[in-house]
C-alpha cells in the first residue's frame, strides 16, 4: 500500500513559515530552520570579508602614504627609559 500524496506546501507571506497539510486533512504551519542558519552564515560571512578589507585598506594606507608621529614632548622620557634600559647615557 503506498501512502498518499500529499499537497504542495501553501505559502503565507511570512518566509519563514508555511502552512503545511497532513494527511489527516489538518493544516499547520511548519518552521523553515535551515534557512535562517544560512542567512546567519551568509551575514557572518560578509561581516569579516569587510573587516578583513578595512583592515587591508589600512595597512595599504599606511605603508603608502605614511603615518608621521611627532615624539618631540617625549623625549626625555625617553631618553631616561633608554638610559635605564641600557645602562648608558643616552641624548636625542
Do not use: C, Q
Not at 534557512?35 to 578589507?53: D, E, P, S
Not at 599606511?62 to 611627532?70: I, K
Amino acid at each position: 500500500m503506498t501512502a498518499p500524496l500529499l499537497p504542495p506546501p501553501i505559502p503565507t507571506g511570512n518566509t519563514r513559515r508555511v502552512l503545511t497539510t497532513l494527511r489527516d486533512g489538518s493544516v499547520v504551519a511548519a518552521r523553515r530552520g535551515g534557512r535562517i542558519a544560512g542567512r546567519t552564515l551568509k551575514w557572518t560571512l560578509i561581516a569579516i570579508g569587510v573587516l578583513v578589507t578595512l583592515i587591508a585598506a589600512f595597512v595599504i594606507y599606511v605603508a603608502v602614504v605614511g603615518v608621521s608621529v611627532d615624539a618631540a614632548p617625549l623625549r626625555g622620557r625617553i631618553a631616561e627609559a633608554f638610559t635605564k634600559a641600557l645602562g648608558r647615557t643616552v641624548d636625542f
